[in-house]
């Protein structure tokens, strides 16, 4: 049976993994755990997800992955009670416009900038060939205003970047579309018949989000070895030679679905322009502070999905979720869990703030969010996320061609991760299911590995 090595068990990994049939698949992780950016911890019936709290309903390929893993009646869809999504502007909370009829009666942008934003349809498209920021791209079409109070605070919450270094074909593919096939945003919206919200809607698993990659870890079984940093990678005639501690390992095919220094690391000697697109792409730092507090414990419940903050505002994060709001279920009744964000490109240094002094700005964040604090939490934990989120800044299109391209050079070896086609989860997902087509696929026009040493004698 042809064997498969997986370089990395976070969702990018353990998704390749078991989309793959047939094929003897070993997955290797470095840390002492599988899951990357999916886990999640259980204390006391409340369930606090390390990073991803969950993903968006609308990748076909993640709807295939929780079926085959038998997952689908563990789905929880997002509350109701989550529809409201605020952005804190002018010192308090204001509802985020997510359609074209919000956007002209928000209170978040004054009546000129409002003007400005009537022009949008009659803006000429932006030159085809330009990777334009997505500060640049907004600012063109509907102002400055919009960049500051909306998009901004948007680009934070998702990419924890700032518009100004984000490349708009990379980090938002359908706006750039939008654009391109109807000349103007406003009329895209109207005729797909769907404003600014996100597309799709947000679910998690009943036991968090990291149930997902812990029931993939079971199903892989003893395929997956943790603790087993991949520390080089050769190609020789009878296939591709991975190295561990505990030994090189021969594969007919490899995936590498480690971070984009790793993988960087394992292309060093085997093409070093491939090395270099992936040192160049950065990562931002995000630290989550996860507290729960009884019910009542500030002026003001939480209500809503949770806020971001819009750009000159004097808060020093990037914004909070109310996830007992979004996902009620996630802790006993009777108490209210609060995810804040922290860093990002925005204000990077804030995520690695000592203990004390992050919880001294993230709880006069949530009190200018909530109002007085008027209980201590019953519960904080911190999850600091060093290499937080890729940044797809100018220039990642051309970083992930070079990237694409060695898969065509290097027959075998496939590249997976949040760093190349999108950074959700969903978007790993789809990408894992893509990449083990192709390998499967690759496996199939190939022969197993004592007939390929033949034929390249
Ligand atoms: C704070 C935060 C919140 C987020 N929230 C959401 C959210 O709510 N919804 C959403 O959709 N997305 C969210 N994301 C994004 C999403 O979680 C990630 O993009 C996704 O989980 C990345 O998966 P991955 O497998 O590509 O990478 P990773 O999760 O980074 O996994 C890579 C794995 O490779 C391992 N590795 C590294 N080097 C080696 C080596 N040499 N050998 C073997 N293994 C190695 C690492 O230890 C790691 O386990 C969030 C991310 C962060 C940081």
Redesign the pocket.
Known sequence: MARVII???????LATAAFLDNVDTLV????DS?????RTDRIDGRILDR??????DSEPAMTKLLEKLNLSDQIIPVSERAEIRWIYADGRMQPAPLSPKEMLTTSLIPWWAKLRILLEPFIFRGRKETDETVAQFVSRRLGKWFVDRFVGPMVAGIHAARPESLSLKAAFPKMAAMERDYGSLFRAMFAKKRGGAPSGHLQTLQAGAGQLTDTLAQYLGEGLQCD????GLTQTKEGWVVHTKSGEHLADAVVL???AP?QAK?MRGLDASVAEALDNIEYAP?T?VVSVWAAGSFDQAPNGFGVLVARGEDVGVLGTLFTSCAFPQQCPEGEIILRT?VGGSVNPKAASLPHEQLLELVFAAQEKFLGTQRADPILVRVYR?AA??PQYTLGHTTRTATVNAAEAKFPGLFF???HLDG????D?VGTGHRIAQNVQGWLEITAPVEQATTETQ
Request: with cysteine; charged share 5%.
């Open positions: 370089v990395g068990a976070g969702i990018s990994g290797f992780e470095s840390s599988h899951g990357g950016n999916v990073a991803a709290n969950g993903w968006l087993m940093p991949v520390e679905a480690c971070p790793a394992l995000v989550v964000m996320h937080g989120i997976a991760g949040n950074i959700g989860v969903k790993c």
